[in-house]
Antibody, heavy 122, light 107 residues
Framework: QVTLRESGPALVKPTQTLTLTCTFS??????????VSWIRQPPGKALEWLAL???????YYSTSLKTRLTISKDTSKNQVVLTMTNMDPVDTATYYC??????????????WGQGTMVTVSS | EIVLTQSPATLSLSPGERATLSCRAS??????LAWYQQKPGQAPRLLIY???NRATGIPARFSGSGSGTDFTLTISSLEPEDFAVYYC?????????FGPGTKVDIK
């Protein structure tokens, strides 16, 4: 059974750096084709893709946020870490990690974590 | 960046009725489109990938169609558990975008 679980602070202050960890089981990020993404959703709003890391350690970022994001993986721990710098109240959202597989097509997100709510406030 | 628009924003229907949701891309995405269902307080669930393929465990009442810029998600006969928000998503050049969502609520 494939599962993903997000962890990190529930509250961060403006200008601080957010660090989120996705811990997963049931698959390996060293398996060809496997990918993990971070996706967020502000309260009452739509989903926004942030970043993806693949089995070959290739990394892709949202165009609008790439200067603030860093994604990395620890294959031995089955973890993917996202850091987002210079947090602002508009970054308040539920942050999800999700798995996908590189097929050369949609590469849809087939398994999601339950999400972690992050509030940015002083 | 490819922008997805979804219509209508809200669809009010009764159980047993047919639901037709639309997703339009600002430029062609070939068949690289997926649909997700999200219920309050839950993570999204993958329904359809590559425009028309049902994900594992998804009931046959859900179907997807389209290619290029125009896509449709059809729910043939709404069950009580189908009232939710539906998002489309595309991939292009390793950038992913989601549509704004369509809420299907009970009439």
């Amino acid at each position: 059974q494939v599962t993903l679980r997000e962890s990190g602070p529930a509250l961060v202050k403006p200008t601080q750096t957010l660090t989120l960890t996705c811990t997963f089981s049931g698959f390996s990020l060293s398996t060809s084709g496997m990918c993990v993404s971070w996706i967020r959703q502000p309260p009452g709003k739509a989903l926004e893709w942030l970043a993806l890391i693949d089995w070959d350690d290739d990394k892709y970022y949202s165009t609008s946020l790439k200067t603030r994001l860093t994604i990395s993986k620890d294959t031995s721990k089955n973890q993917v870490v996202l850091t987002m710098t210079n947090m602002d109240p508009v970054d308040t959202a539920t942050y999800y990690c999700a798995r996908s597989q590189k097929t050369g097509a949609t590469d849809a997100f087939d398994i999601w974590g339950q999400g972690t709510m992050v509030t940015v406030s002083s | 960046e490819i922008v997805l628009t979804q219509s209508p924003a809200t669809l009010s229907l009764s159980p047993g009725e047919r639901a037709t949701l639309s997703c339009r891309a600002s430029q062609s995405v070939s068949s690289y489109l997926a649909w997700y269902q999200q219920k309050p307080g839950q993570a999204p669930r993958l329904l359809i990938y590559d425009a028309s393929n049902r994900a594992t465990g998804i009931p046959a009442r859900f179907s997807g169609s389209g290619s290029g810029t125009d896509f449709t998600l059809t729910i043939s006969s709404l069950e009580p558990e189908d009232f939710a928000v539906y998002y489309c998503q595309q991939r292009s050049n390793w950038l992913f975008t989601f549509g704004p969502g369509t809420k299907v609520d009970i009439k």
